[in-house]
C-alpha cells in the first residue's frame, strides 16, 4: 500500500503521526511518502519515508502553506493509495479525484478548539464554530474519517471507527519515581494550564523541587517561560521528540496535566496522562473527566482542582514526602498502561483499517 500522510500544522516529529501511526505503516510493510513542514521546523526525515517539504501554518498565516500542500498533492499523490490528513484545514486542500481515498483522522474537536486559539479574533470565533461544523458534515459525506477518542463520535452523524491516540508502554516501568523533580511533557499555551505551572515551581523551588517543561510553546507564552527559566523557576527544553522527551519523564517524583476546563478537553484523553503512566511515574492532574477517571480507576496519581496552583503544591508535596505511595502510584499506573493503552494493541487496528478502505 503506497500512501500519503500530510499535515501543515503538526511539527513533523509529532508523536501520533511520526511514531505512531507512520512507525506502524512502515513495520507493515508499506510505503510513505510523508508531507509536512520539515524546513519550518528545521527537521530531518527518517530515511523510511518519502519526505515531500511544504510550508507551515502557523496563527494566522494558513493560505500559504494550504496552497502549497494543495499543489503537492495534486503533482504527486495521483497514484496513492490513501491519503491521511491531520489537519482540517487540509480538508480544503484535498484535489476532487483524490477524495474518494482521503482518510482524515479527527484527533480534536476543531469547533471547540477555536476558543482557545489567542491569535484568532473574538468576533470570528462564533460564526467559525458553524462553519467548521459545516465543513466536517460535509467531510463526512465525502471522505473516510478516523476518531481519536469516543467522545468525538457525536460530532458525526454515522458511525466511524476510533483508534484511540495511546502510547508505547514498556514491558518493565523503566525507573522508580524520584523525590526532587517534576515534568510536564506536552505543547504549552494557556488553556494547557502555562501559568498554572510557572506559579507551581515558584511554589515548590524553596522545597527543591524543579520543573521541567518539555514541549513547543504557543507564541504569545513564550515571553513567560522565558522570564521564568530566567529567574531559575523551571527548566524548559522546547520541542522535543516524542521518544526522548518521555526518557527526560523517567524517574520524576510526578507528570502534570493541568489542563483548564475547556470544551476541546471535556471528552478528550490527555495523552500525556497514559505517558507519565507508561515511564511509572505518578500522574497529578487537574479534574478532565477522563484523565480523572483513568487516574482514580488506575489509583496512579492525584486530581487537583482547576487553575489552583496551591492545592498542586500541596499534591506534589505529599508525593515527595511519601516515598511507598509514590512507588505504588507509579507501579499501578504502568500496570494499567500496559494492560489497557498500549500503542501496538492500537496500532494494529489502525493499519488494518487503512488495509481495508484501500483494499489491500
Request: proline share 8%; glycine share 6%.
Amino acid at each position: 500500500m503506497r500512501i500519503f500522510v500530510c499535515t501543515v500544522v503538526h511539527h513533523p516529529e509529532d508523536a501520533r503521526i511520526l511514531h505512531r501511526q507512520i512507525r506502524a505503516l512502515l513495520d507493515a510493510g508499506h510505503d510513505v511518502t510523508y508531507v509536512a513542514p520539515f524546513r519550518a521546523c528545521n527537521v530531518t526525515p527518517w530515511p523510511e519515508v518519502d519526505p515531500l517539504d511544504v510550508p507551515r501554518a502557523t496563527g494566522r498565516n494558513r493560505l500559504h502553506a494550504l496552497r502549497r500542500a494543495r499543489r503537492v498533492l495534486a503533482a504527486h499523490a495521483k497514484d496513492a493509495d490513501l491519503l491521511l490528513l491531520h489537519d482540517p484545514e487540509l480538508l480544503l486542500a484535498v484535489p476532487r479525484r483524490l477524495r474518494s481515498r482521503t482518510v482524515w483522522d479527527v484527533h480534536e474537536d476543531t469547533a471547540a478548539a477555536l476558543g482557545a486559539k489567542g491569535w484568532l479574533p473574538a468576533p470570528l470565533r462564533v460564526p467559525l464554530r458553524f462553519a467548521v461544523h459545516r465543513v466536517e458534515r460535509r467531510a463526512e459525506r465525502r471522505l473516510k474519517l478516523l476518531l481519536a477518542e469516543e467522545g468525538y463520535r457525536d460530532r458525526f452523524r454515522r458511525p466511524h471507527p476510533v483508534v484511540p491516540n495511546t502510547t508505547h508502554v514498556p514491558e518493565l516501568p523503566p525507573a522508580p519515581p524520584g523525590d526532587d523533580r517534576i515534568i510536564y511533557v506536552g505543547q504549552l499555551s494557556f488553556a494547557r494550564g502555562v501559568n498554572d505551572l510557572i506559579e507551581l515551581a515558584r511554589l515548590v523551588h524553596a522545597d527543591g523541587i524543579t520543573l521541567d517543561l518539555v514541549g513547543g510553546a504557543d507564541a504569545d507564552v513564550r515571553p513567560l517561560l522565558r522570564d521564568a527559566q530566567r529567574e531559575g523557576l523551571l527548566r524548559w527544553y522546547g520541542f522535543v521528540p516524542n521518544d526522548r522527551a518521555l526518557r527526560l519523564a523517567e524517574g520524576a517524583l510526578a507528570g502534570l496535566s493541568l489542563l483548564h476546563d475547556t470544551p476541546n478537553y471535556r471528552h478528550s484523553m490527555p495523552t500525556k496522562v497514559v505517558e507519565y503512566m507508561a515511564r511509572g511515574i505518578p500522574v497529578v492532574s487537574t479534574p478532565n473527566p477522563i484523565a480523572a477517571r483513568i487516574v482514580e480507576e488506575a489509583g496512579c496519581g492525584l486530581v487537583v482542582p482547576y487553575e489552583d496552583p496551591a492545592a498542586t503544591a500541596a499534591a506534589v508535596r505529599r508525593l515527595r514526602d511519601d516515598a511507598e505511595l509514590r512507588r505504588e502510584m507509579g507501579k499501578r499506573g504502568h500496570e494499567a498502561a500496559r494492560a489497557r493503552f498500549h500503542w501496538p494493541e492500537q496500532g494494529r487496528l489502525f493499519v488494518a483499517q487503512l488495509e481495508e478502505w484501500a483494499g489491500v
